[in-house]
């Protein structure tokens, strides 16, 4: 899963790989369901459904296909004050379409005009009322949603103490258009908040803004696409969950060794002395093939791996194991932090030769054991 939210904030979401989307807080879910001109498709059953991230940043695109074209959601959060995730739904055809908003596992459902209350709270902020809707048990709500029997007119208020409501509210989506919504995930207000879904940021502005947040810290360019995208998920998480009252100290630590000084210094204040002593890892074995799936252990491997320091004399190893599979593609790593300073280095390579361009503090010894174990200097460039 896919962890989104802002920075600063306490409340985070999940997003599943079929795009569901999970709130820590509220102990509900949200599927996404489409009404094509043939069937409909639930993601969570259909083969076509590919995920990725827009740049680097919690930006969630999940796309499902329909006849000539995709169905696509993005999921994001946004902070405008309320605490927000957004849900654009994209019909990228050349014909219309039905997308189901589908809440699971709540307590009680009701709907006024275009706002959802959920568990007796506020929930969603649409753009229109829906068309159409179902609510009961999940496996009755199937058969009526994708059997084409959604009811219409008042919504009736649901409550079942057990949390097994299952409600579905159905929109048209015209061709080459999207849809808004706004999701609480705070879930503690009883009534809803103006919300103008027309001016919040989209999606675009948000994955610019995480952008700029992660590109604050150490940044490096590998020749591994899989590595490359676990480890912007965890800076991700990582920065995600330093505001909350416990955060994981090894998300702390990760955060450190890439250079957020400011959001890992109060993430440290929030931890106990003894939580702080007792995450103490063991990082010597540390090898590209065997990265952890932890964010916060990630974090702390691949940088170990890149730029080691020495904490008791003025040197540094940088790329410790340089993997076969990488010869003749390049590395860069950019300010890296150091006890001694801020460390910089490339390897390009001409032919099967690598050469490698550093630029490091004065009077510091650097060496490159995973390219050449003999090469050892103290020119600063």
């Known amino acids: 899963m896919i962890r989104i939210g802002s920075l600063g904030s306490r409340s985070t979401a999940l997003v599943d790989e079929r795009g569901a989307l999970f709130c820590e807080a509220l102990g509900w879910s949200l599927d996404w369901w489409i009404g094509a001109d043939d069937r409909w498709r639930v993601p969570a059953r259909e083969n076509s459904v590919r995920q990725s991230r827009l740049a680097d ?38 014909a219309a379409f039905v997308v189901a908003l589908v809440i699971k596992g709540a307590r009680a459902v009701n709907a006024a005009e275009n706002i959802i209350f959920i568990d007796r709270r506020w929930g ?3 753009t229109r009322p829906a068309s159409r809707w179902s609510v009961g048990r999940a496996e009755e709500v199937d058969v009526e949603v994708c059997g084409g029997t959604a009811r219409t007119g008042s919504f009736p208020p649901t409550a079942d103490r057990a949390g097994r409501i299952t409600g579905a509210f159905l929109f048209p989506v015209a061709h080459r258009t999207r849809l808004r919504f706004a999701i609480s995930l705070s879930g ?17 502005a948000v994955a610019r803004g995480w952008d700029a947040h992660l590109a604050r810290g150490l940044r490096v360019e590998l020749p591994d696409a899989q590595i490359m995208s676990a480890l912007r998920s965890a800076q991700a998480e990582a920065l995600l969950t330093a505001s909350r009252n416990r955060p994981a ?22 931890l106990t002395t003894r939580a702080r002593r007792r995450y103490r890892p063991d990082l010597s074995g540390a090898t590209w093939e065997s990265l952890s799936t932890n964010p916060g252990d990630l974090l702390r491997q691949i940088r170990h791996l890149l730029v080691a320091e020495n904490p008791d004399e003025p040197k540094i190893e940088v790329l410790r194991h340089y993997p076969s599979s990488w010869r003749g593609q390049g590395v860069e790593v950019h300010n890296a932090p150091t006890l001694w300073g801020s460390v910089s280095f490339a390897v390009r390579w ?32």
Do not use: C, M
């Open 57 to 94: 940043g919690p930006v969630v695109r999940t796309a499902v296909r329909v006849p000539s074209g995709d169905a696509v959601q993005t999921a994001y959060a946004v902070r405008a004050p309320h605490e927000l995730v957004i849900w654009e739904i994209e019909n990228d055809s050349p």
């Open 124 to 126: 969603i902020t649409t």
């Open 188 to 204: 503690s207000e009883r009534s809803a908040p103006d919300i103008d879904l027309a001016t919040l940021p989209d999606s675009d």
């Open 249 to 270: 100290p090894d998300l702390v630590a990760g955060l450190e060794d890439w250079g957020f000084d400011a959001e890992a210094a109060t993430a440290w204040a929030r």
């Open 350 to 381: 001409h032919g099967d030769r690598p050469a490698l361009f550093w630029d490091i503090p004065v009077g510091v010894e650097l060496s490159v054991p995973g390219l050449d174990a003999d090469f050892v200097t103290r020119e600063p460039k």
